[in-house]
């Protein structure tokens, strides 16, 4: 019992801890996004309806306004969509889906990332040439771009009821591909650092396997920049996700993530039904703004020399 | 009372001035050519009619009307004695004879066009004197007249006399003189093609008939994309389009400028089922297919409520159908297309009673770049057949995959929409419902459906030349595949044009706008 206590009060004492005590905006951002995450994560338990299952849906109840407009219903707070689906019930229902894509790619990245620098930066010589060779070229192109070119690639090799299934694996690897080139680039940098440093040479003279000097010794020193680029990442793989489903290549229409919300909702916004398109909107700018928000206050929290 | 002169006389001025008109006319597509022989294409006939004409055409009401055939008399079952217009010139000044139709006959017929179909049963047509012609058929066919207003008519001396005796190959991307200029008897002379960019025809003032509009002047314009289509109405650089987007026709209804005017098409879409295999394939009913009993292809029929798919889904642009054909198609008629209130008790105990108390999974093809909001109306439907206990797996797909797959019958249930080239139904019931052959009976039967008595109806009615006897049969053949559910019909779609508020203009079913019927003031 002494011993929780005290880690608490460690933990509550501590650098990090302090700051966010300190900043209002950062602890509005953290209970935003820990709503998103809890409304996403426990849609199927929270949600005043399910909008995939066909038998409840009411077709007569297609196109209702939000709640406190003249025509709305109160069951349906945020209004419903064209086939009388509850917006409020897709937005948590598809939060879902580009929560899951976002964080599934962010570790996909991770893994690839960490691994590539480190190995880059520890063993040097062509190897290093020739993995940050391939990440300069990468960069060259837009992290969107590679995401469509793999995505279009994929749709090709693969047989189309094949491909509905594996859309969301597909997506996740594109998103991660995309994305490993700054943990690479920030691990590798790292690691030259530290490989000179006298713990790593001191576990080199004892005859430790290279592998684990990378993954015991130098790895958890450069924890501290990865997270942060993970954090900011978590919200950039959540838009990239929504562009390509906006454009219609990402995830498959019966399993709806907030940017198909917007693209469906989008063909109505001239007819007036603005309610389909905004209000996923307004959630995916609110989600992405806390992540973003949190991740900028880890970066300055990190960092010895903003203190 | 001076003020009352005044303003007869501004009217009388104002009438007068508006006599002559200028048509902006915008759509989706171009022409495909000038050769009225060469490409059977929506878009190409409707706006060659203006220039070439047939020995019949339709009234506004759908009837056949002489147009260069001012009479007909039926000599024998298989023979058909045309009396022609007399003093009806070509637009290069060249009179029309019999030679005409003769030479028009012959050329239609060559195989590299795509318009033979406009005289099919034609065997022979003969010369009798300059102004008579005589078409042989190879057995009594009913719609002949229907069919030949789609076989234009066109000069012989002008045809050799620019080496255009033979049919454009458009497949073979061959231009020839007759696919870049034209030269019919029609109410309006073709001034200018530019592919893709405009059409323009001017009166023609010694055409036989009479223009009951006042425009003489068409420029039609190709606009491709939808946005930009409505914004060149909204802006007024044209005065008409007669193909809108749905989602766009309420936002044109409240525009000051313009006015919507409501028509619908001779296109019915309707759900088709597999009523031949021995099990479905995409079922979880094994060893046996659901569809083969009545009660089930009712059940699926009063689940659907058509009234809130036009309200909701089509926005009010459809019209509840019961039967297979639109109307505006001969043998449609409004006592027979009622359409009943949807209900799901009944429809659920209609599947109890055939043994599917629980009801069962089956697959539902679906297009979703054809017919107007198709996959929403098939996602919707999904729902109806949800709350019945009706699980329908959905697959929507691009025409040209959906198409292949159905036609290889890799379907349980599936979305189609059937228009009416020649305005008989009997053209939808061989297609439809006809059992399966190799020609065009039931082409598009693809739930395979067979009925005898259906099929002894239809086929007596390819040869029926006693009108009211086949007004009969069409009747019974249609109101049996009501009756027995061999379809499940949704509706037909509807589709408006939409204008500047100066301009009146004839609504047409098979999307045919005919500017002499146009008005702009």
């Known amino acids: 019992m002494s011993a929780v206590s005290l880690w608490l009060r460690r933990a509550w004492e501590h650098d990090l801890a302090w700051s966010f005590r300190h900043s209002p905006v950062t602890i509005a951002a953290a209970l935003?996004?820990?709503?998103?995450?809890?409304?996403?994560l426990f849609a199927p338990w929270v949600a005043p309806h399910n909008p995939f299952d066909s038998a409840t849906l009411n077709l007569s109840d297609g196109f209702t306004p939000p709640s406190w407009t003249d025509k709305g219903q109160a069951k349906y707070l945020l209004g419903t969509d064209d086939q009388g689906r509850d917006v409020l019930s897709t937005i948590m229902?598809?939060?879902?889906?580009?929560?899951?894509v976002g964080l599934a790619s962010v570790l996909f990245s991770l893994v690839l990332g960490v691994s590539l620098g480190l190995l880059a930066g520890y063993l040097g010589g062509r190897l290093d040439a020739l993995i940050m060779r391939i990440a300069d070229i990468q960069l060259s192109f837009p992290a969107i771009l590679i995401a469509l070119l793999i995505d279009g690639?994929?749709?090709?090799?693969?047989?189309?009821?094949?491909?509905?299934?594996?859309?969301?694996?597909?997506?996740?690897?594109?998103?991660?591909?995309?994305?490993?080139?700054?943990?690479?680039?920030?691990?590798?940098?790292?690691?030259?650092?530290e490989k000179n440093k006298e713990y790593v040479q001191a576990a080199r003279v004892i005859g430790r396997h290279p592998l684990a000097i990378m993954l015991r010794h130098v790895l958890p020193n450069v924890t501290g920049p990865v997270l942060v680029i993970a954090t900011i990442h978590v919200a950039t793989a959540i838009i990239t996700e929504a562009t390509l489903s906006f454009l219609g290549v990402g995830v498959p229409p019966t399993q709806p993530s907030l940017g198909t919300l917007i693209r469906i909702g989008n063909d109505f916004l001239i007819s007036g039904e603005w309610w389909i398109t905004v209000f996923p909107g307004v959630a995916l700018v609110v989600l992405v703004l806390s992540v973003n928000l949190l991740g900028d206050w880890l970066r300055d929290a990190l960092n010895p020399k903003l203190r | 009372?001076?003020?009352?002169?005044l303003l007869a006389a501004a009217l009388l001025a104002f009438s007068a001035t508006s006599q002559a008109a200028t048509l902006r006319w915008g759509a989706q597509n171009d022409i495909l050519t000038l050769d009225p022989h060469s490409q059977n294409h929506a878009t190409t006939s409707a706006i060659l009619q203006h220039t070439y004409e047939g020995l019949t055409r339709y009234s506004k009401t759908y009837g056949v009307e002489p147009?260069?055939?001012?009479?007909?008399?039926?000599?024998?079952?298989?023979?058909?004695?045309?009396?022609?217009?007399?003093?009806?010139?070509?637009?290069?000044?060249?009179?029309?004879?019999?030679?005409?139709?003769?030479?028009?006959?012959?050329?239609?017929?060559?195989?590299?066009?795509?318009?033979?179909?406009y005289v099919s049963g034609v065997k022979e047509v003969k010369k009798v004197d300059d102004h008579t012609v005589d078409f042989l058929l190879s057995g009594p066919n009913p719609v002949l007249l229907r069919n030949i207003a789609d076989f234009r008519i066109m000069s012989k001396s002008w045809s050799e006399k620019h080496k255009s005796q033979n049919v454009q190959d458009y497949k073979a991307r061959e231009e020839t003189y007759s696919s870049r200029n034209a030269n019919g008897t029609g109410p309006y002379i073709l001034k200018l093609w530019e592919p893709d960019k405009r059409t323009?025809?001017?009166?023609?003032?010694?055409?036989?008939?009479?223009?009951?509009?006042?425009?003489?002047?068409?420029?039609?314009t190709p606009i491709k994309a939808d946005a930009t289509r409505i914004a060149a109405l909204l802006s007024g650089d044209v005065d008409l389009v007669t193909d809108l987007p749905v989602q766009d026709v309420t936002r044109l209804r409240g525009e000051a400028k313009l006015k919507v005017l409501d028509g619908h098409e001779v296109r019915t879409i309707f759900i088709g089922m597999d009523q031949h295999s021995a099990e479905l394939k995409y079922s979880s009913v094994k060893g046996k297919n659901p569809f083969k009993d009545m009660?089930?292809?009712k059940a699926l029929n009063v689940a659907v409520d058509r009234e809130t798919i036009k309200r909701v889904t089509m926005r009010g642009l459809s019209i509840p159908a019961a039967i297979m054909v639109a109307p505006g198609v001969h043998g449609h008629s409004s006592d027979i297309d009622k359409v009943a209130a949807a209900d799901a008790a009944g429809a659920r105990k209609l599947l109890a009673e055939a043994g599917y108390p629980n009801g069962f999974e089956f697959g539902l093809d679906c297009p979703n770049n054809r017919y107007v909001n198709d996959e929403e109306i098939c996602q919707a439907l999904v729902g109806m057949w949800a709350r019945i206990g009706l699980k329908a797996k959905l697959n929507a797909q691009p025409m040209a995959t959906f198409i292949a797959k159905i036609q290889n019958f890799d379907h349980d249930a599936y979305m189609l929409g059937w228009g009416v080239v020649n305005l008989d139904a009997n053209y939808t019931l061989q297609s439809l419902v006809r059992t399966k052959t190799t020609g065009a009976d039931g082409s598009f039967n693809l739930g395979r459906i067979s009925d005898a008595k259906i099929d002894a109806l239809v086929d007596a009615m390819k040869t029926e030349l006693d009108a009211k006897k086949r007004d009969v049969m069409l009747r019974e053949a249609l109101v049996a595949t009501r009756d027995n559910y061999y379809y499940v019909p949704l509706h037909h779609q509807l589709r408006p044009w939409a204008m500047k508020r100066n301009v009146t203009a004839v609504h047409n079913a098979v999307d045919r706008h005919e500017a002499r019927y146009t008005r702009v003031d």
């Open chain 1, 32 to 40: 935003l996004t820990l709503l998103c995450f809890s409304g996403a």
């Open chain 1, 93 to 100: 229902y598809g939060a879902r889906i580009s929560l899951g």
């Open chain 1, 153 to 193: 690639v994929a749709r090709a090799a693969l047989p189309r009821e094949l491909h509905d299934q594996l859309a969301i694996y597909v997506l996740v690897l594109a998103i991660g591909v995309s994305g490993w080139v700054q943990y690479a680039r920030t691990v590798r940098g790292s690691t030259l650092v």
């Open chain 2, 1 to 5: 009372m001076k003020l009352r002169h």
């Open chain 2, 67 to 117: 147009c260069l055939a001012t009479a007909w008399q039926q000599i024998s079952p298989t023979q058909l004695r045309f009396t022609l217009r007399k003093g009806v010139k070509f637009h290069d000044g060249s009179p029309f004879t019999a030679d005409d139709v003769v030479f028009s006959y012959t050329r239609v017929l060559q195989p590299q066009g795509t318009m033979q179909i």
């Open chain 2, 200 to 220: 323009v025809f001017a009166a023609n003032p010694n055409w036989w008939g009479k223009l009951e509009g006042n425009v003489t002047e068409i420029i039609y």
């Open chain 2, 295 to 297: 009660r089930v292809r």
